[in-house]
C-alpha cells in the first residue's frame, strides 16, 4: 500500500516537473521571438540645421562609392559620415547652394545638379566649376540643372530644363539640341547602356537623336529597349 502511494507521488511530481518545464520553455520562446521582432523594427532619426544640415529642406539624397551620404539641400551640400555632418556652400566652391541631385561617374566624380544650371563636380576633397575648370566654363548653362548621367563609353550627359550638354572622353563640350524647343525632365541609359532623355513631348535618344514623340494611348508601353 504504502509503496503504491509512493510510486503515485512520484508519477505526480514528474509531471509536474514536466509542467514546469513546457511553461519555462514557453516562456524562453515567447520571449526569443519578442525580442527578435522588435529588434527588427526600423529606427528613425530626425536631423535638423541643430545637427549640421545647412538647410531643413532637403531635395536629394545619396550615398557615394566610398560610403558616404550626401544631402542636397536649399542652403547647400552635407556629406554625413555616420557621426557628423561637413557643409559646403558657394564659398567652398559649389556652382550654386541648391542642389536637386547628385551623381558619381566612373572616375568617382560626383557631379551636382543645380538651380542656377552651372555645372559643377566634386573630387578629391575639392569642388569644380566654371570659375575653377576650363572644360565646364565652355557651357552656358539654361534653366535649372536636373539630372546627370554616363553612357557605356564614359561620355558625361548633363541636362538641364532646357538644354543636354555631352562632356565626351576628350573633355569636348557638345550641345544637343532639336529644331523643336523641348522642356527636359530627366536622362537615364536604356538597356544598350546609351543615354536617353524625357521630354515633355517625348523621348530623344542622345547617341542617334532619334527622337520618339509620346502618342495618345502609348502610356505604360515602352518606347525604347
Not at 50 to 79: E, H, I
Not at 158 to 174: G, M, S
Not at 208 to 219: H, M, R, V
Amino acid at each position: 500500500m504504502h509503496g503504491m502511494q509512493f510510486n503515485q507521488l512520484k508519477c505526480d511530481a514528474s509531471a509536474c516537473l514536466f509542467s514546469i518545464k513546457r511553461f519555462l520553455l514557453f516562456i524562453l520562446f515567447s520571449l526569443f521571438f519578442s525580442v527578435n521582432s522588435y529588434t527588427q523594427q526600423p529606427v528613425y532619426f530626425n536631423y535638423t540645421v541643430k545637427d549640421g544640415l545647412p538647410g531643413n529642406t532637403v531635395y536629394t539624397c545619396f550615398q557615394d562609392s566610398k560610403g558616404y551620404m550626401w544631402f542636397g539641400t536649399d542652403k547647400g551640400v552635407a556629406r554625413y559620415d555616420g557621426y557628423k555632418f561637413t557643409t559646403f556652400t558657394t564659398v567652398d566652391g559649389l556652382a550654386d547652394n541648391v542642389v536637386f541631385d547628385f551623381f558619381e561617374d566612373s572616375k568617382q566624380r560626383i557631379w551636382l545638379a543645380s538651380y542656377n544650371g552651372n555645372p559643377c563636380y566634386y573630387l578629391d576633397g575639392n569642388f569644380y566649376s566654371k570659375s575653377n575648370n576650363p572644360v565646364l566654363a565652355k557651357i552656358d548653362a539654361s534653366g535649372p540643372g536636373l539630372k546627370t548621367t554616363e553612357d557605356k563609353n564614359g561620355n558625361i550627359f548633363l541636362l538641364t530644363h532646357f538644354r543636354i550638354y555631352k562632356i565626351t572622353t576628350k573633355n569636348e563640350i557638345v550641345y544637343i539640341e532639336r529644331k523643336v524647343n523641348e522642356l527636359y525632365s530627366s536622362v537615364a541609359l536604356n538597356s544598350k547602356g546609351e543615354a536617353v532623355a524625357l521630354s515633355s513631348r517625348g523621348i530623344l535618344h542622345l547617341t542617334t537623336n532619334e527622337f520618339i514623340k509620346f502618342k495618345e494611348g502609348s502610356l505604360g508601353k515602352p518606347l525604347l529597349n
